[in-house]
């Protein structure tokens, strides 16, 4: 019983033990080239996993700023649909496939002129 309450009472301390200790992914050593960063942006989806270093090179805030303006225009194409069906025409889109609404306006156009 006291051997179990010690073993408690070390684990919830503010001790660091060696082995819990995160690592780091990134030597603080290395420069950012302006190549290698434009490359991370293009990769990574958020602003906020590139880093600080990286965020200062005009290409990058290009390439950030255009993704989120593509981002914003394509949410207002799918404002009125439920989630599942913004979701399915968004994946539609991307695959270059017409999504089931685009599909059922074409079906049902009375215009019967149009070549598809």
Not at 10 to 30: A, G, P, S, Y
Request: hydrophobic letters at 40%.
């Amino acid at each position: 019983m006291i051997d179990k309450s010690l073993n408690l009472a070390r684990r919830l301390t503010q001790r660091n033990e060696v082995d819990l200790l995160q690592e780091r992914f990134t030597d603080e050593d290395i420069k950012y080239t302006e190549n290698f960063c434009e490359a991370l942006a293009q990769k990574l989806g958020a602003r906020q996993d590139i880093p600080d270093e990286c965020r200062s090179y005009d290409s990058v805030k290009m390439i950030l700023n255009r993704r989120e303006a593509v981002r914003g225009a394509a949410a207002v194409a799918f404002e009125g649909m439920t989630p599942a069906e913004a979701q399915a025409a968004m994946a539609a889109r991307e695959k270059g496939h017409l999504n089931p609404m685009q599909i059922q306006r074409r079906m049902t156009n009375r215009n019967k002129t149009r070549v598809w």
